[in-house]
């Protein structure tokens, strides 16, 4: 548990229950002390954490158990502000979070899902162009450092996405270290559909923009089993199209028309304006007309 973080969620409990700090302090340590503990310069010694729950006449075991409670609410507070930005929803979002109580952030993740969601806000909101967007994403999440883990979490995992898709640079070197990631099962997932498969898409449409056919079958079943164990439709016609597309440029016409098929019977399902925005897509790509692709599908069934 990172005690630095118990203690100035104790002193906002001090604050709450109207004890001033004089009080909170006397006979426990000094001031001084207490602003060096606060901001992390020397280790907080667990008898002092004892001494303030006794003076907030807390138990500690009811007190600690709070501060995980505040901690994952804080969590949901930010993944709902995220996801929100994601889906564009930007208003809303400023909206949501301006009802907010002062934020602790209990969990470094939670803080940088917090930073990350404003910088893709100012994005969004055109404050910001993609150029200064990765400079700063990059900053955020310590690109180097991350870039040599053996391990990512989601924030990390969809911060990096983001790099991919908007850094010409960095493309190639993401794109390679989330794929052996992927593949040796060290992506430690929260569960959240819409932006782990936001990543998932990212990097099935970038190996096809290089042209990496084998790996984009590969990574768009890793999308597809994803979105199955997660009972998410969330992108699924994409990652079908795009390994339909795949087969087409291989000249594999045969799996290509398979994939299609599955694509499109998932975007019969989808708004009309959405489905006959991808329908010009398709044609536009492969010279296909969708609805007389999906009339002979059906005539075949029959």
Not at 161 to 170: A, F, K, L
Not at 197 to 212: D, I, P, S
């Amino acid at each position: 548990m990172d005690t630095v973080k118990l203690l100035n969620y104790m002193d906002n409990l001090r604050y709450a229950r109207k004890m001033s700090q004089e009080t909170y302090l006397h006979n426990v340590i000094s001031q001084r002390q207490y602003y060096r503990y606060r901001r992390g310069e020397s280790e907080v010694p667990f008898e002092v954490i004892v001494k303030f729950s006794n003076k907030l006449q807390i138990p500690l075991f009811k007190l600690i158990s709070a501060f995980q409670s505040h901690a994952e609410k804080e969590n949901l507070i930010i993944r709902q502000y995220f996801n929100l930005i994601i889906s564009k929803q930007l208003n809303e979002a400023k909206s949501f979070l301006s009802k907010q109580a002062d934020l602790l952030f209990i969990d470094e993740e939670t803080h940088l899902f917090f930073n990350l969601s404003n910088v893709l806000l100012d994005f969004y909101s055109k404050d910001l162009t993609s150029e200064e967007m990765v400079v700063l994403l990059k900053r955020e999440v310590d690109f180097t450092r991350v870039m040599k883990k053996d391990i990512l979490h989601d924030s990390e995992l969809y911060l990096l996405g983001v790099i991919m898709e908007y850094s010409d640079e960095d493309r190639e070197a993401i794109l390679k270290k989330i794929g052996g990631l992927i593949r040796n099962n060290r992506l430690l997932l929260a569960g959240n559909p819409l932006f782990d498969l936001q990543v998932y898409f990212w990097l099935v449409k970038n190996l096809g923009r290089l042209q990496r056919y084998d790996e984009v079958y590969e990574m768009a079943d890793f999308a597809l089993e994803y979105s199955k164990k997660n009972y998410s439709y969330y992108l699924v016609e994409y990652f079908h199209y795009y390994k339909a597309l795949a087969y087409y440029r291989n000249n594999n016409m045969i799996d290509f028309e398979k994939e299609l098929s599955k694509a499109l019977y998932v975007l019969l399902q989808l708004e009309k304006y959405k489905r006959d925005h991808f329908f010009e897509v398709i044609n536009k790509d492969t010279n296909i007309k969708c609805k007389e692709f999906l009339l002979k599908k059906l005539e075949e069934e029959l």
